[in-house]
């Protein structure tokens, strides 16, 4: 069972930024594909940013320039630095890794920016 667990959501003003962190298996962490999804009410989830093994980034347009998607193969986490937070970014964040075209989920995250 792959097991992701993510944290560093909250309630922040419009402008305001976030760190949001996921910690995940360690035995397969760096050869995978991480990705961040959110989901708002009423919405489905989206794809907000994704990270490949080499090192290559994919953005939703609407976070480009915005938030920045990482990780630190040595303690097995991905990051997602959110900046210029924007209230339609509130929502559910969950990180994935996929593993063999599998794909596994985090819990989720709230994150929710105020005007």
């Known amino acids: 069972q792959v097991q992701l667990v993510e944290s560093g959501g909250g309630l922040v003003q419009v402008g305001g930024s976030l760190r949001l962190s996921c910690a995940g298996p360690?035995?397969?962490?760096?050869?995978?594909?991480l990705g961040w999804y959110r989901q708002a009410p009423g919405k489905q989830r989206e794809l907000v940013a994704t990270?490949?093994?080499?090192?290559?980034?994919n953005y939703a347009d609407s976070v480009k320039g915005r938030f920045t998607i990482s990780r630190d193969n040595a303690k097995n986490t991905v990051y997602l630095q959110m900046n210029s937070l924007k209230p339609e970014d509130t929502g559910v964040y969950y990180c994935?890794?996929?593993?063999?075209?599998?794909?596994?989920w985090g819990q989720g995250t709230q994150v929710t920016v105020s005007s």
């Open positions: 990270l490949t093994r080499d090192g290559s980034t």
């Open positions: 360690g035995s397969i962490f760096s050869k995978s594909t």
């Open positions: 994935s890794i996929t593993i063999f075209a599998s794909n596994y």
